[in-house]
């Protein structure tokens, strides 16, 4: 229980921390760490349905695929090329574009981490609030390891 007070604690903690990041950007970078996150999962879901038949954790969670997996990793690096073309946020466009490799990778894992978490509680879903969706945590799962990841990613980032 520590544990999950902890990882959710941490996570929408790193929300708030990434607002105020000093670099006067931290608007930028949560636009830029929730639409890896979407885009992300969208592109995840529709490549998985369309070409997913080699499963990626079928006893973590079973409709997750290779292709849905991949897809996801490629569009997130597609969103951080947009946002150095565009001129979003005034950092090296090394930094947005590794920045959103590592959201795309440590995104699913944040939703395979949640997904461990109900297999072990033996639930479908976190919560009844938002039924069919896997539950409040579902629509958060990806963030709360995204995000403390982004703060330390940008902290550690020679300027």
Known sequence: QIACILWIGLGFGALLALRQQSDGL??????????????GDTAAYLFGV?????????????NKTIAGSIAQIT???????????AGWIDAPALLIVCASLMIG?????????ESVLKRAAGEKESSTIIPGHGGVLD????????APSLYVMLNAWPR
């Open 26 to 39: 931290g608007f930028w970078w949560l636009i830029l760490l929730f639409a890896n996150l979407w885009v």
């Open 139 to 146: 629509r958060f799962d990806s963030t709360l390891l995204a």
């Open 50 to 62: 369309w070409l997913g038949k080699a499963k990626l954790a079928p006893t973590i969670s079973p």
């Open 105 to 113: 990778v440590i995104g699913q894992v944040g939703d395979l981490f």
């Open 75 to 85: 569009s997130s690096v597609a969103v951080g090329v947009v946002f150095v073309a």
